[in-house]
T-cell receptor
Framework: SQKIEQNSEALNIQEGKTATLTCNYT??????LQWYRQDPGRGPVFLLL?????KEKRKERLKVTFDTTLKQSLFHITASQPADSATYLC????????????FGTGTRLTIIP | KAGVTQTPRYLIKTRGQQVTLSCSPI?????VSWYQQTPGQGLQFLFE???????NKGNFPGRFSGRQFSNSRSEMNVSTLELGDSALYLC???????????FGPGTRLLVL
């Protein structure tokens, strides 16, 4: 069955360092992968989308890589700040259009001042 | 532009009852998806509606149903509530599909 694993439930990083979150998947051939941020008591907020034929995507301090051979995506936050503390979710989509997203269980990131 | 709104925000029901949750998408968005989020299972896809038609469905029992109206507003219904239905129910809207979805704040349902 399809399985999406995010490296750990919780990750603590010192302020100013780079936080790296991992999303691994099995039995899946995604057309694209998304990363979301979720704060307590709120819905997820879309951050980045990367397609299967793209290796890397950047947005301000965020960088996502996508390796379809390793079946893995890495999500980096550079120069991390306490405000980056949240749960980060990866989600996979099988094809554009008539499809559904499958989410990982998330990694709770805490940036320590 | 107003974001996705969901009503009610909190709900307490007892086993066996039914519940209807409402979602108003961002203006111009025609796709609405529903998700259930629990600590144990994470975010799980329920169904997606586009132009009043259910376009995709997750692996949930038939007690979970939904519909979409001509103005793209959507409702989700759960009949014969079970304790395990306690969860945060999220809806998300997008222009035409699940790419770049915008989530609402969710409805927290507690079944006693």
């Amino acid at each position: 069955s399809q399985k999406i694993e995010q490296n750990s439930e919780a990750l603590n990083i010192q302020e100013g360092k780079t936080a790296t979150l991992t999303c691994n998947y099995t039995n899946y051939s995604p057309a694209y992968l998304q990363w979301y941020r979720q704060d307590p008591g709120r819905g997820p907020v879309f951050l980045l989308l990367i397609r299967e034929n793209e290796k890397e995507k950047r947005k301000e301090r965020l960088k996502v890589t996508f390796d379809t051979t390793l079946k893995q995506s890495l999500f980096h936050i550079t120069a991390s700040q306490p405000a980056d503390s949240a749960t980060y979710l990866c989600a996979l989509g099988s094809n554009f259009g008539n499809e559904k997203l499958t989410f990982g269980t998330g990694t709770r990131l805490t940036i320590i001042p | 532009k107003a974001g996705v709104t969901q009503t009610p925000r909190y709900l307490i029901k007892t086993r066996g009852q039914q519940v209807t949750l409402s979602c108003s998408p961002i203006s111009g968005h025609r796709s609405v998806s529903w998700y259930q989020q629990t600590p144990g299972q994470g975010l799980q896809f329920l169904f997606e509606y586009f132009s009043e038609t259910q376009r995709n469905k997750g692996n949930f029992p038939g007690r979970f149903s939904g519909r979409q109206f001509s103005n793209s507003r959507s409702e989700m219904n759960v009949s014969t509530l079970e304790l395990g239905d306690s969860a945060l129910y999220l809806c998300a809207s997008s222009l035409s599909g699940v790419e770049t979805q915008y989530f609402g704040p969710g409805t927290r349902l507690l079944v006693l």
